[in-house]
């Protein structure tokens, strides 16, 4: 029978915030793969825990993948971890779990730290309805498609950046959506010297640009306003009243169904709707 697959979340940041199901888990399973072996090491001996490592990581992904499934297709369990956080949320801890599921592998998430919805809940932004953007490429022309594709996003926008790129991804993100939207740069979380900044990104940029970023950032942006609807007018009665006619209602529905749909008052739609008759 075949193993099974565990996606371990280790800290981000503060050490208590592994769980007791994640701990259960790395000691009972038969192996460990992990982003960057020394990282994880660290954290095992921190945890009184001795068990063999794989590495699995960006550069090996492709020819480890398979090995690990080969591992897990002859019955043992394997317990996934990346450096920091939830594995497969922008680490490739996604291809093994495409894979798992492509030979019907059961993989099971244990729920623990994630930089994206830590950051999201201290934003003070909307929470209710938001996208996950992970890392903007640093290829000029998918940076901007994919900003371009963002420009009327009405949810609140969660990007990770690295320190050394967080300046020019605020002026990236300021071209789009203008110096006045909001942000909050959650820094540091769970550690020592963690910040939220609640700002907007002309600020940020003038922030950063005299005290250069430093730690690890998650950017949460708010989202644009929605485009408010114009009003309907007579006009657009007529017309709707004219094509509804046209399709066999009677006047006195079709006034009633256009004064419905366009929010106008029925005497306004009826009145417009007598020039039908000039
Ligand atoms: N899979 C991890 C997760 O979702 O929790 C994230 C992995 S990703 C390679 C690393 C990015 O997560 C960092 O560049 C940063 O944007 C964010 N991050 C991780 N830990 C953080 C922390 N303690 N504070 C702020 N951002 C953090």
């Known amino acids: 029978m075949a193993g099974m697959l565990y996606l371990v979340p280790t800290p981000i940041g503060n050490l208590g915030d592994i769980s007791i199901r994640c701990r259960q888990t790395l000691e009972q399973a038969d192996f460990i793969a992990a982003e960057d072996t020394r990282v994880t090491l660290k954290l095992l001996n921190h945890l009184g825990i001795k068990k063999s490592l794989v590495s699995y990581y960006e550069h090996n992904k492709d020819f480890k993948g398979n090995v690990i499934l080969e591992r897990i297709l002859a019955g043992e369990t394997c317990a996934l971890v990346s450096d920091a956080g939830s594995p497969a949320i922008s680490d490739p801890g996604e291809d093994l779990v ?4 492509e030979h019907d592998i059961t993989v099971c998430a244990i729920p623990g730290p994630c930089a ?7 934003s003070g932004l909307a929470t209710g309805r938001f996208c996950f953007e992970g890392f903007l490429s640093t290829a000029k022309k998918s940076r901007k498609e ?10 609140t926008m969660i ?3 690295a320190p050394h790129k967080l300046v020019s991804t605020l002026e990236d993100l300021a071209e789009f959506f203008g110096a006045d939207r909001r942000i909050s740069l959650c820094r540091e979380l769970t550690k020592l010297h963690e910040e939220v900044v609640r700002t907007t990104l002309g ?3 003038e922030r950063y640009n005299a005290n250069s970023p430093k730690g690890e950032f998650v950017l949460v942006v708010e989202g644009a306003l929605p485009k408010v609807k114009e009003a309907a007018t007579a006009d657009d009665a007529v017309a709707m009243v004219r094509n509804l006619m046209l399709e066999g209602m009677s006047r006195k ?3 009633k169904h256009a004064a419905k749909t366009l929010n106008l008052p029925k005497n306004v739609v009826y009145d417009a709707a007598l020039k039908l008759d000039e």
């Open 98 to 101: 495409k894979l798992c599921a």
């Open 116 to 122: 994206v919805i830590t950051a999201l809940s201290i």
């Open 146 to 155: 994919h900003l371009e594709s963002l420009v009327g996003e009405t949810r």
């Open 159 to 161: 990007f990770y950046e």
């Open 203 to 205: 600020e940020a940029i």
């Open 253 to 255: 529905d079709a006034v």
